[in-house]
Nanobody, 120 residues
Framework: EVQLVESGGGLVQPGGSLRLSCVSS????????MSWVRQAPGKGLEWVAD????????YYTDSVKGRFTISRDNVRKMLYLQLNSLKIEDTAMYYC?????????????RGQGTQVTVSS
């Protein structure tokens, strides 16, 4: 059974930083493209970032380029998202996902999510 468990969310002021983590099990992590997606209150799912199976290729939605960094540790089967220079509009539930969500955000397997709230 595929399991994805996110952690690291919280309440942060605008301009602050957070690091999200995702521990995976039940599939061959090192062979999987992985993604982060998010859902803001009252809105649909939004793709945030993808990383290739080996970690050499990364992709970001325009609104987070230069502020967020996706990374992975294939030995520990962990996925990360470093969030810097956070804005109020980054407030959302953030999900770790197996697959390339940049193609179709609804066709990837997600965890339960971790809440990120940016507020002064």
């Amino acid at each position: 059974e595929v399991q994805l468990v996110e952690s690291g969310g919280g309440l942060v002021q605008p301009g602050g930083s957070l690091r999200l983590s995702c521990v995976s099990s039940g599939f061959t992590f090192s062979s999987s493209t992985m993604s982060w997606v998010r859902q803001a209150p009252g809105k649909g799912l939004e793709w945030v970032a993808d990383i290739s199976s080996g970690g050499g290729l990364t992709y970001y939605t325009d609104s987070v380029k230069g502020r967020f960094t996706i990374s992975r540790d294939n030995v520990r089967k962990m996925l990360y998202l470093q969030l810097n220079s956070l804005k109020i509009e980054d407030t959302a539930m953030y999900y770790c996902a197996q697959g390339a969500a940049r193609y179709n955000v609804y066709e990837v397997r997600r965890g339960q999510g971790t809440q990120v709230t940016v507020s002064s």
